[in-house]
């Protein structure tokens, strides 16, 4: 099986940054290999599809929600074997938990969420 985690969750006042990490493990598992997407899920609301990035081998294509564009950007560090999430200019709105997704051939492997909160 597949084994995500998330980290760099907190709170940040309205205009800072925040760095989230996704690690993702298995016994056959190639995280290079395989699409990765942060979604976030406010209270009372769906979760929603933040950043998307393709496997390596697909070109490393990345995909933005309208509401982030410009502000987030989502990247693999081949070295800590990690794709991160850098978030500038947050805004109270981001306020949510933070989920990484990923997926194998066994299906989709979710992480136990990060929350950042948004708030002066």
């Known amino acids: 099986q597949v084994q995500v985690v998330e980290s760099g969750g907190g709170l940040v006042q309205p205009g800072g940054s925040l760095r989230l990490s996704c690690a993702a493990s298995?016994?056959?598992?190639?995280?290079?290999?395989?699409?990765v997407g942060w979604y976030r899920q406010a209270p009372g609301k769906e979760r929603e599809l933040v950043a998307a990035i393709t496997a390596i081998t697909s070109g490393g294509r990345t995909t933005y929600d309208d509401s982030v564009k410009g502000r987030f950007t989502i990247s693999r560090d081949n070295a800590r074997n990690t794709v991160d999430l850098q978030m500038n200019s947050l805004k109270p709105e981001d306020t949510a938990v933070y989920y990484c997704?990923?997926?194998?051939?066994?299906?989709?492997?979710w992480g136990q969420g990060t929350q950042v909160t948004v708030s002066s």
């Open positions: 997704n990923t997926k194998s051939t066994w299906g989709d492997h």
């Open positions: 298995g016994s056959i598992f190639v995280f290079s290999s395989a699409p």
